[in-house]
């Protein structure tokens, strides 16, 4: 590290124009909220020309937003730093020299969920974009999850290599990562800490001043920029470790039949200092882009930045490993619950009509990224199911039709299978629903503990749940039509 830096940054001055490169639901919050920060006087938005997105450049310098769903504060803050003149949506990337610092936020999905490589392209072409136009003194900031070592490697290659300048002497270069959720996106931004590492203290520190623009009671963590890419993924990676547990909590207490929901009230009631034990919930699967795939760019860095140093032992599977096969596993625990219950009455999943309430990853909302589900119907409908899908909030997905129509998915149903939290799921009523499906004995697969058991059991249900030991081989109330 030249200590050449620290001056150049001060001959530079406060920051008082940011670039911000992806104009999406990490990219535009942050521009808005840096436009509207004491002291910055121009932001500019940076979005690609594409087919898919190039909308997005007119929405945002109408004052509209592009995103979906309801996203509080965010509207009017773009309205008025659009009015106000401190911020607009370009293609033109040789305005990223007008900025002192620069931050993309790409998003780094899976190009082929087989091979769990990350798809760097599109984050990497921006950041040759922005190296082309790179000027001494400024300051680049990577918001996307990466792999721990982009920054300090290829990403701080691929800016060397554009600009012919030099990071750490020429100009600063960091990883914030973002932790926005989808519904909360501006109060995360001000309200969540935010960790800032940059490839050496001036770069640290220049970050560090940039996102105290936004934060108002987040504060700012500030380390070295593989510690930074290390704490994003290792956030997820432990939240699906700790979900995988409970999950395998609650095949255990199916096995040895026993509530999975009273052992969890009992074990939580365990607190206090340094004995409490963080129990999640258990159900039907993970799903979303985050924790589906960060842990894999955790194990990614230990094997290639640790390469020759890691010591773990070798006949082990990474535990991080072990719980995302735990997670992945239980939309097929579904579809066994699902046969289970319906060879109670002899029927089979061969010929028989499933209603798949919930398409979503997560309660009330629209969003589907790698919906468990997803797996959940493929097995289905392999061993000979016919499946109709119902969702509230997701109006479509690609092969997948799916009804808004709750009473007409349970018309014929010998099987409702319950994916999603959605509220609407909540108020199920046992006798209209078992009268719609026109069996005697429906069967019901609780996937998010959303029904009653009994409320179903004691009118002719056949009751599967997740971690419901104490319940899934009742005695099946052998009723005449006349109750129903
Ligand atoms: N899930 C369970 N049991 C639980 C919690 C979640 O089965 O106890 C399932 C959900 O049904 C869903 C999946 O896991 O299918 C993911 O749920 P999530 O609540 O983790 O939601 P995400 O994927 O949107 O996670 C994001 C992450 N935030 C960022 O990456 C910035 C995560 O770090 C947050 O902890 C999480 O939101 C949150 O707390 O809302």
Not at 44 to 50: A, K, M, P, T, V
Not at 249 to 273: F, I, Q, T
Not at 276 to 283: D, E, F, K, M, Q
Not at 331 to 344: E, I, K, Q, V, Y
Request: aromatic share 6%; with cysteine.
């Amino acid at each position: 590290m030249s200590s050449s830096l620290a001056p150049l940054l001060a001959e530079r001055g406060p920051i008082r124009s940011v670039g911000v490169v992806g104009m999406g639901y990490v990219g535009i919050p942050a521009a808005v909220l840096f436009a509207h920060s004491p002291g910055m006087e121009r932001v500019l938005g940076f979005q690609r020309d594409s087919p898919s997105s190039g909308f997005k450049i007119g929405m945002l310098n109408r004052g509209e937003s592009p995103l979906k769903g309801e996203e509080p504060e965010l509207e009017s803050l773009i309205a008025e730093a659009v009015r106000s003149g401190r911020f607009a949506c370009t293609p033109d990337f040789s305005r990223v020299g007008e900025c002192d610092a620069v931050t993309l936020a790409i998003q780094t999905p899976f190009a082929d969920p087989s091979d769990l490589l990350p798809d760097f392209g599109p984050l990497f072409d921006g950041i040759r974009k922005v190296g082309e136009h790179l000027e001494r003194g400024m300051l680049v900031v990577l918001e996307s999850t990466v792999t721990p070592g982009t920054t300090v490697g290829p990403a701080r290659e691929l800016l060397e290599e554009a600009s012919g300048l030099r990071a750490g002497t020429d100009f600063a270069l960091a990883h914030a990562p973002e932790r926005v959720m989808v519904g909360r996106l501006v109060r995360n931004i001000r309200e969540h800490d935010r960790i800032v590492g940059g490839i050496d203290p001036p770069s640290t520190e220049r970050a560090a001043e940039l996102y105290r623009h936004v934060l108002t009671t987040g504060r700012i963590i500030p380390m070295t920029a593989t510690a930074a890419e290390v704490t994003k993924t290792a956030e997820n990676t432990l939240r699906d470790l700790q979900i995988a547990a409970v999950n395998q909590l609650a095949l255990y207490c199916e096995a040895m039949g026993v509530n999975v929901y009273d052992v969890r009230d009992g074990v939580d009631s365990l607190k206090g200092e340094g004995i409490t034990r963080a129990v999640l919930w258990p159900g039907a699967g993970v799903g979303g882009h985050c924790l589906t795939k960060d842990t894999y760019h955790l194990e990614r860095g230990a094997h290639t930045l640790g390469k020759d140093i890691l010591d773990f032992p070798d006949d082990l599977m990474s535990l991080y490993v072990v719980a995302r096969r735990i997670n992945e596993f239980m939309p097929s625990h579904m579809a066994r619950l699902t046969s289970d219950g319906l060879a109670r009455t002899g029927r089979r999943l061969d010929g028989a009509r499933i209603a798949l309430l919930g398409w979503a990853f997560i309660g009330n909302s629209d969003d589907a990224r790698n919906p468990p589900a997803e797996p959940f119907r493929d097995l289905v409908i392999a061993s000979g199911a016919e499946v109709r899908v119902h969702d509230p909030h997701v109006h479509s997905y690609p092969g997948v039709p799916i009804s808004r129509d709750l009473d007409g998915v349970f018309e014929g149903a010998d099987a409702v299978v319950i994916f999603t939290s959605h509220d609407e799921y909540r108020s199920l009523d046992p006798v209209r629903t078992r009268h719609l499906s026109g069996h005697e004995h429906p069967v019901i697969v609780d996937g998010r503990n959303m029904v009653d058991p009994d409320a179903f059991i004691g009118v002719g249900w056949i009751y599967k749940g997740i971690g419901r030991g104490d319940r899934n081989e009742h005695p099946v109330a052998w009723l005449d039509r006349r109750t129903s």
